[in-house]
């Protein structure tokens, strides 16, 4: 099971850590990625990173503003988002797949946490 946190309503330029717990698997196995999907807009990649910490992934529009990290002690994925923009906007959501393929299928999702950029 996988759990996000930390969205809101941030102004254009702040920043958010969205966090996602995850819970009943062998979290330090699994390849992890956050995905977002905009208002009325297909659900798109955003980041992941390995089930080491030790490779990224970034789409680019967010690369130099978003940072993806995991904690393997706490079963914890965390994306620090800085300087936020409108197009930001959107749910983001969390996802675990057994294998690193950064934009392949994943195999276990969150419900996701909106996040909102006021202009």
């Known amino acids: 099971r996988l759990v996000e946190s930390g969205g809101g309503l941030v102004q254009a330029g702040g920043s958010l850590r969205l966090s996602c717990a995850a819970s009943?698997?062998?979290?330090?196995?699994?390849?992890m990625g956050w995905h977002r999907r905009a208002p009325g807009q297909e659900r798109e990649f955003v980041a992941a990173i390995d089930w080491s910490g030790g490779s990224t992934w970034y789409e680019k529009s967010v690369k130099g503003r978003f940072t993806i990290s995991r904690d393997n002690a706490k079963n914890t994925l965390y994306l620090q988002m800085n300087n936020l923009n409108t197009d930001d906007t959107a749910v983001y959501y969390c996802?675990?797949?057994?294998?690193?393929?950064?934009?392949?299928?994943?195999?276990?999702w969150g419900q996701g946490t909106q996040v909102t950029v006021s202009s």
């Open positions: 009943g698997h062998s979290f330090s196995s699994y390849g």
């Open positions: 996802a675990a797949q057994m294998y690193s393929d950064p934009k392949g299928i994943y195999d276990y």
